[in-house]
């Protein structure tokens, strides 16, 4: 692209390192999975593409402040990034196959080697145009293979589909910087050790592999819809990644229920949240808070997601009986008015498709609410002697509030204050602890 200061190519205003950075980091968070997808299919190198579109933003961070953003950032930071592969190509062979098929296309004017001070004007769309959707699937799949640990698939799905920086992910997740870094690097190394394509999954082996991407998208959004950590409830800007995520995922694969039902889980799950947090930042609980303020608009595309889920006629999934039971609350005007009987048999299929002890817990506190506080705890329990909820807060605070309906208050302080030691979130804590408080006025 010319490095004119004026004319149409450049947008209007003037150029600062401000301006430069704002415009950067906004191009990024929108199109970072288009770019690294068409780089790591035009190098056939996941690890070089991710790199060298990073050296294309910290070369628009100084080209644009200069000369301002161009019309088709995009073009621009894709020029740039072929210009940086090619070198890197050049510098490890000359005789390279994969370089001479990268100057060749040079050659024949297909990719442009850009001016003194910045790429040349590339096409409208400098890569083919039906590969795009195919080219983001690839990068979500390739992020979240099955070599890669569950703590690395988060952490580069984030870096390269999600188009976060190595500090807005270790600020989510609480973790020092080095560490999300580390995690990065070595989920390059190992995609690379494992010669692992950078292709979409032939249709037998994509359903199998579609689990590895929901799952990773799952742990980002009920991170930001219920903090592990830390003194803020929700991390919106997490959960709102894995729902942007999600969007793409279902508008790429629209025959997939499962994919729809997870983005209805998410929908209406976010539909909440304005009502989550009172103006403190402290938490509301469901039954306190003010239905008035949940997201309608949200609630409508959650269950037109379900509705999608639904349709084939095979049965909700997983996240889409997730889903269907976030529905229960969201068509109830009140607590007492849901349909707890319901919710129970959903929680009921759940465990037959997706047993976890979570699920079991659940399942308890819809009990309690359809049958009554002694039928849950049994069921909670039972769960208590198995172990596997051992070391986590939940189910002491559910057992502390299920002993509070039933009148042993001594036995509920006890859980209750036990389940405030465990918790690792500030807000919930303080709930806990507050409700631990008020049964000392009772006995």
Not at 11 to 38: N, Q, T
Not at 117 to 135: C, H, I, K, Q, W
Not at 400 to 411: A, I, Q, V
Request: net charge negative; charged share 25%.
């Amino acid at each position: 692209m010319p490095a004119a200061t004026d004319g149409p190519d450049r947008l209007d205003g003037p150029p600062d390192a401000e301006a430069a950075r704002r415009a950067v980091e906004a191009v990024w968070r929108i199109e970072s999975a288009r770019i690294v997808g068409a780089l790591a299919r035009y190098t056939g190198d996941f690890a070089l593409a991710e790199d060298v579109a990073q050296e294309a933003l910290a070369e628009a961070l100084v080209s644009w402040a200069r000369d301002g953003a161009p019309a088709n950032p995009v073009g621009w930071l894709l020029a740039c990034a072929r210009r940086r592969a090619i070198d890197a190509f050049r510098r490890a062979s000359a005789l390279d196959e994969r370089y001479a098929a990268l100057a060749g296309g040079l050659a024949e004017g297909q990719f442009s080697t850009g001016s003194a001070t910045g790429p040349d004007p590339a096409p409208e769309l400098p890569f083919d145009p039906d590969r795009v959707d195919d080219d983001v699937l690839a990068l979500m799949f390739t992020a979240c293979h099955p070599v890669l640990s569950p703590e690395a698939r988060v952490a580069l799905t984030l870096r390269v589909v999600g188009g976060l920086s190595s500090e807005e992910i270790a600020r989510a997740f609480l973790v020092p910087v080095p560490t999300v870094q580390a995690r990065i690097t070595r989920a390059k190394k190992t995609i690379a050790a494992a010669h692992v394509p950078f292709e979409l999954p032939p249709p037998r082996e994509r359903r199998a592999r579609l689990g590895a991407v929901l799952s990773v998208l799952y742990v980002v959004f009920t991170e930001g819809s219920t903090a592990t950590a830390g003194n803020d409830l929700l991390r919106t800007d997490l959960a709102y990644e894995a729902l942007r995520l999600a969007r793409t995922l279902a508008a790429l694969l629209p025959e997939e229920p499962e994919v729809h039902g997870q983005l209805a889980l998410f929908e209406l799950t976010a539909s909440r949240f304005p009502a989550r947090t009172g103006p403190d930042g402290e938490a509301v609980l469901l039954e306190d808070q003010d239905r008035r303020r949940w997201d309608h608009s949200a609630i409508r595309r959650g269950l037109a997601a379900l509705g999608r889920a639904a349709a084939p006629g095979r049965g909700l999934g997983p996240y889409g009986l997730q889903a269907a039971i976030a529905a229960c609350h969201t068509a109830a005007p009140s607590v007492a008015d849901t349909d707890w009987e319901r919710i129970v048999l959903l929680y009921e299929a759940l465990g037959r498709v997706a047993p976890s002890p979570v699920v079991e817990l659940n399942r308890a506190v819809a009990v309690a609410m359809a049958e009554g506080p002694g039928p849950a705890l049994a069921l909670v329990d039972d769960l208590a002697v198995s172990g596997r909820l051992a070391g986590s807060h939940l189910l002491p605070g559910v057992r502390g509030e299920l002993l509070t309906r039933l009148g042993r208050t001594t036995e509920a302080r006890a859980e209750l204050e036990l389940a405030a030691r465990l918790c690792r979130n500030t807000r919930e804590r303080a709930v806990l602890l507050r409700k631990a408080a008020a049964l000392d006025s009772v006995g």
